[in-house]
T-cell receptor, first 111, second 110 residues
Framework: EDQVTQSPEALRLQEGESSSLNCSYT??????LFWYRQDPGKGPEFLFT???AGEEKEKERLKATLTKKESFLHITAPKPEDSATYLC????????????FGQGTRLTINP | NAGVTQTPKFRILKIGQSMTLQCTQD?????MYWYRQDPGMGLKLIYY???????DKGEVPNGYNVSRSTTEDFPLRLELAAPSQTSVYFC?????????FGAGTRLSVL
């Protein structure tokens, strides 16, 4: 069974203080690891898809990396507007188009 | 750009009542999904569809039904609402890999 575990559950940072969020996964044949951002009261917003170990993708202050067992979302010099819940999900070969989500990391950036 | 549209945004039901959550997408995506999200939890897949006329169960399908008569619409039906169905429901669609989500329907069953 495909599983995703995210850590920490919550993270508070000062503006400009860089850090990383972790997504550990087990999957039967990875067909994609997905990162989403979710603001309170809204639906998840797509950020990145990673497909193979060693792959990296960047968007503004965010960079996602992937190994065979985990993915990291690195946040460099964050701003208050980066505050949100970040969700990680995987799709395996047995799941067709289905995604399995982690519980999310709630990130708060204090000014 | 409408994307994925869900209605209603909020609803309160009494135990045993029925309702349909509506979902429409204007991106001509073949794949559509229904998830529920409980507080502090990730999203769990209820049902999904790979095209008009084809639906399949996800992780938590009990108490729900779906239909897919057109590419655009994928309604979710609750027949006999129970307190355990209090949650936020999200609809999503995809062409192949990346899923795009609606704003959600917040449902309370009292």
């Amino acid at each position: 069974e495909d599983q995703v575990t995210q850590s920490p559950e919550a993270l508070r940072l000062q503006e400009g203080e860089s850090s990383s969020l972790n997504c550990s996964y087990t999957v039967s044949g990875l067909r994609g690891l997905f990162w989403y951002r979710q603001d309170p009261g809204k639906g998840p917003e797509f950020l990145f898809t990673l497909y193979s170990a060693g792959e990296e993708k960047e968007k503004e202050r965010l960079k996602a990396t992937l190994t065979k067992k985990e993915s990291f979302l690195h946040i460099t010099a964050p701003k208050p507007e980066d505050s949100a819940t970040y969700l990680c999900a995987v799709r395996g070969t047995k799941g067709a188009q289905k995604l399995v989500f982690g519980q999310g990391t709630r990130l708060t950036i204090n000014p | 750009n409408a994307g994925v549209t869900q209605t209603p945004k909020f609803r309160i039901l009494k135990i045993g009542q029925s309702m349909t959550l509506q979902c429409t997408q204007d991106m001509n995506h073949n794949y559509m999904y229904w998830y529920r999200q409980d507080p502090g939890m990730g999203l769990k897949l209820i049902y999904y569809s790979v095209g008009a006329g084809i639906t399949d169960k996800g992780e938590v399908p009990n108490g729900y039904n779906v239909s897919r008569s057109t590419t655009e619409d994928f309604p979710l039906r609750l027949e006999l609402a129970a307190p355990s169905q209090t949650s936020v429901y999200f609809c999503a669609s995809s062409a192949d890999r990346d899923q795009y989500f609606g704003a959600g329907t917040r449902l309370s069953v009292l």
